[in-house]
């Protein structure tokens, strides 16, 4: 009960109590209570000396091993110390387990000074495990059979095992490298053996020690590499492997096979193996499995990189012994393709595309060898996960992406579940990566292939979902997006356009047919399955716009005017359902269809706006064309509609008008205002909590407008300006981050907007300035917005700099109450101190004035002048005693983003470390 207790206390002090302690109180308290852990070690030692009850044995070493990472490093290795006594206990099954904690937490330890020692430790390890017959051999080694036959103690064991070698390896594998005797490559044996192990957790745990030792292998040689002839000379396999300490040729090797053979699912593989062993297609994302994944396909690509024939061989054999049938399974041949897929660029191009065409060949044999719908689901989903990740491989080989695409338009036919989704995902990145070949002559071809995928492509979607449809015209569209001219074998050349036109002819007839049957029978158009209809036909225009931007301009033309009616003739149905049964009519279901509807025509508009450019659609033909036919219904539709009813759409169509049109819509400002701001406002300041989505896209157009149409601003209603200015400051005290964030940016570039405009800057500062300043004071010290300090610093410095360089040439006081010959930068200081000190009364007139006073020093910088705030913010009572770090979040997220730049330099100069859609490529 004693050693209960004290390992209750060192729970409690040293898990529970270290978030809650800075690094100092940690340090003092573990100096403060060395003399109290001798009296404790003094107690385990008697114990595990002079006792021999099992209960009490057990419970005593795991009592040590809670206080060893406070023990100093000299006590472990001592003749006779608490280390050697623990090791006696290591073979007795009775007690290893808990031995093994001790020696675990010890060999994750790291110093240089007790090299010596850290070696003995494994030593000693490893002798006892040979003592106690425990094999590191492939043919002798008993810890799988030990795992799986054994009890509940021997699978802790196996466990415990794989976190000492794991932690023990990552901290002093070059310690064991640098010795003469082969006590490295035995303990990386062990680390094999155990990676072997089928349990889940286990091989999670060796995986990331893998993962760390192939990284550090592949640094060190290529270290070597480019002093002896290089980098250009990396990738050649030989010289790779001479810079390898030989010890790792074989355990290298071993490696790949696992990592081979156990690959874990990559997020693009959408068919499955359930429960029952039922082929299905994947219903929810595997996250641990997709973690795996990630550290399993780093650690081979670093794996595949010190010797790619090595890894050539490997997977050509599995392969083989798929097709020949005697390793066929499911499994076998998912974890071989998937690893396959994994290795994409890690290779020189000529190998790689020596081993893919074999890959390829194979995998298409088997799929017309094997019989069963199971079987061609299985086969087929690897074939499209395989050819996905090697665009460069199809870019080079017109043949084979030919033959590639055919065969995903076959599977578009495969109703097995999860297939035609993965054909219209692997043909969407297809497209993505070689969209040029689609659109340019290919050897042997008479015309580009797109040329063809229109005139079948009724035949290819004819048995897809509507969802599947969508990604099907988005990869054709990806293609049509690149503006490389298609020229025919005659020399003909055939416009973008006229492609289009073909591309859109099916959906078109269904949209026609849909209004004629409207014309006669309006009942029709609320029908739910016409509006099913209607909604994926323009998901469908919008997905075509977000992938070919203005060159959609055509199709647009051709159901414009459809648009608008439709729009109109919606709106005004919902606006009768509510006039006649009251706002619950919003949740009914036909009229949320109706809504939905609405929402896509909507959506569609802004997207094209977003999208819009020269050639076909430059900005002042949009404005003066496109926008005015469009504002007009949209515009009355949000603003007569009831606060539940109006869709946060419409904000995000107005505030992209702004942002992309600029200028050339500066005179429709004033109507935007009348038609959305003070409505909006109202159903967005009742409080913090409801229209969350409005809230953020009205922010967005006032950004948008202050941004890019300054000027218009100052044209509408003084009133509509003096809400504007309160609804910037009532986002900057919002308490939701991301608003009051915004808020604050939103202010910045409004004051620096008046700053540069002088026939506005004076009335506005005298105005809004003071107002201005007491409102960010207020917000920077109420302690709900400290991640906001960045922006509190920049704007008051701002503010106050202009007071102090008089650019504020107006009173910001009544020249009545005040004396003869009073400044502005005298009253700012008065009236601001005095602010302060009644907000906080433990401060003295002297701190504040040296805060107030610094703040109006015009030879602070920006750092200086945060640092400024800082001091003042620390001193005061309420900031004092909570967690500040917000103060310096600017600092921390500079240190991240470095860390992650300096990721990415790293991984990049890896071969095959990032996958091809992370790489940006010239198509």
């Known amino acids: 009960n004693n050693m209960r207790i004290l390992m209750l206390l060192s729970e409690e002090v040293f898990d529970f109590g270290k978030d809650k302690m800075t690094t100092k109180k940690v340090l003092e308290l573990k100096n403060s209570l060395n003399t109290e852990f001798t009296q404790i070690f003094q107690l385990c030692e008697f114990v595990l000396q002079h006792s021999g009850q099992v209960t009490l044995l057990r419970v005593t070493l795991q009592t040590l091993q809670r206080f060893l990472t406070w023990i100093p490093l000299d006590s472990y290795f001592k003749p006779n110390s608490l280390m050697a006594l623990v090791l006696r206990f290591f073979p007795d099954p009775n007690y290893r387990n808990e031995a093994l904690d001790c020696i675990a937490e010890i060999g994750s330890l790291n110093s240089n000074e007790h090299n010596a020692s850290f070696l003995k430790l494994m030593e000693n390890v490893l002798t006892q495990l040979h003592t106690t017959g425990i094999s590191c051999e492939a043919d002798t080694c008993n810890l799988t059979n030990l795992f799986l036959h054994h009890s509940e103690r021997e699978e802790q064991f196996v466990h415990k095992l794989a976190l ?35 349990d889940q957790e286990i091989f999670k745990i060796t995986v990331e020690c893998w993962h760390i030792l192939s990284q550090d292998l592949f640094t060190k040689s290529k270290t070597s590499t480019n002093n002896n002839g290089g980098i250009l000379s990396f990738n050649r396999t030989n010289n790779a492997m001479h810079a390898l300490n030989p010890i790792y040729i074989n355990i290298l090797h071993v490696l790949r096979i696992i990592l081979i053979g156990n690959m874990s699912k990559p997020e693009e593989v959408l068919v499955v193996t359930d429960e029952d062993n039922n082929v299905v297609r994947e219903s929810t994302k595997d996250t641990e499995q997709l973690a795996l994944y990630k550290t399993m396909r780093e650690c081979l690509v670093y794996c595949t990189n010190l010797d790619y024939d090595d890894t050539e061989r490997i997977m050509l054999g599995k392969l083989q012994k798929q097709v020949d049938g005697s390793e066929w399974s499911w499994n076998n041949l998912n974890t071989l393709c998937w690893a396959i897929g994994s290795i994409s660029g890690a290779m020189d191009e000529d190998p790689e595309k020596r081993f893919l065409v074999t890959v390829i060949k194979d995998l298409l044999g088997l799929c017309e060898m094997k019989r069963g719908k199971d079987n061609k689901a299985i086969i087929a989903s690897n074939i499209m996960y395989v050819v996905g990740q090697y665009p460069r491989f199809l870019r080079a080989h017109w043949k084979f992406l030919k033959t590639v695409v055919n065969k995903l338009f076959e599977f578009m036919h495969e109703s097995h579940p999860g297939v035609q989704d993965m054909a219209c995902d692997t043909f969407l990145k297809i497209a993505t990566k070689c969209k040029r070949k689609f659109v340019t002559i290919q050897v042997d071809e008479t015309r580009p292939f797109i040329c063809e995928l229109v ?29 490389t001219p298609i020229i025919v074998a005659n020399g003909n050349r055939i416009e973008h356009a006229q492609i289009l036109n073909q591309l859109m002819s099916s959906p078109n007839a269904s949209w026609k047919r849909i209004l004629t049957i409207g014309s006669s029978n309006p009942a029709q158009m609320t029908d739910s399955s016409t509006l099913r209809e209607m909604i994926q036909i323009l998901k469908l225009n919008t997905r075509m716009v977000l992938t070919i931007g203005s060159m959609y301009t055509s199709q647009l033309e051709t159901i414009f005017q459809d648009l608008l009616n439709l729009h109109r003739h919606y709106s005004e149905y919902i606006i009768q359902a509510v006039a006649s ?52 219904p949209v515009l009355l539709d949000y603003n007569k509609s009831i606060a539940n009813a109006r869709d946060m759409e419409v904000l995000q169509f107005v505030g992209k008008v702004v942002s992309k ?11 935007l205002f009348e038609h959305v701001f003070e409505s ?18 009205f922010y967005q157009f006032i950004r948008a407008i202050i941004k890019n149409c300054f000027v218009s601003l100052f044209n509408i209603p003084p009133k509509q300006q003096k809400l504007t200015v309160d609804a910037i400051v009532w986002a900057i005290k919002h308490t939701e981050r991301n608003i009051s964030e915004m808020g604050l940016e939103i202010l910045y570039e409004l004051l620096q907007n008046v700053s540069r405009t002088p026939n506005i800057a004076q009335g506005f500062y005298q105005q809004y300035l003071l107002s201005l300043i007491q409102d960010i004071l207020s917000v920077m010290t109420d302690r709900l917005h400290k991640s906001g300090f960045k922006m509190h ?23 009545s109450t005040q004396a003869a010959g009073q400044t502005n930068p005298a009253f700012v200081r008065e009236h601001v101190s005095s602010m302060l000190m009644a907000g906080f009364q433990t401060l003295t007139r002297s701190e504040v004035t040296t805060f107030v006073e610094g703040m109006f020093d015009l030879k602070m910088d920006l750092p200086t002048f945060k640092t400024h705030l800082r001091d003042f913010l620390i001193q005061v009572k309420e900031f004092s005693s909570e967690d500040n770090s917000g103060l310096f979040q600017e600092e921390a997220d500079m240190k991240e983003k470095e860390k992650r730049d300096a990721m990415l330099r790293e991984r990049s100069a890896v071969p095959g470390i990032l996958k091809p859609s992370e790489i940006d490529e010239d198509l």
């Not at 979902?465 to 503006?483: C, I, K, W």
């Not at 049109?661 to 109507?671: D, R, T, Y």
């Open 164 to 198: 000492f070698f794991t932690g023990y390896l990552k901290q002093h594998l070059t310690l064991l490298e640098n010795e003469a005797s082969p006590i490295a490559a035995v303990a990386l044996k062990y680390l094999l053996r155990i990676s072997e192990v089928p």
């Open 680 to 697: 909006t406002l109202e159903m967005i300041t009742t409080n913090h909590e409801d229209f969350p989505e409005h809230r953020i896209h």
């Open 793 to 815: 610093a920049t704007l008051l410095r701002h503010m106050f700099h202009l007071i102090q360089m008089n650019q504020v040439t107006v009173p910001l006081f009544d020249p």
């Open 455 to 483: 005139e079948s492509l009724n035949e290819v979607v004819n048995d897809l979902q509507p969802h599947q449809v969508n990604a099907f015209y988005e990869a054709v569209g990806t293609m049509l997006s690149d503006r």
């Open 581 to 632: 049964q009251g706002p619950i009519a919003t949740q009914m279901s036909t009229v949320r269809m109706v809504r939905s509807t609405k929402k896509e025509i909507v959506r569609l508009l802004t997207a094209y706006i977003d999208l819009s450019g020269p050639p076909e659609a430059d900005a002042p033909t949009v404005a003066s064309g496109i926008l005015p036919p469009i504002l007009e």
């Open 661 to 671: 049109l600029k200028s050339n819509v500066s005179e429709v400002i004033p109507k």
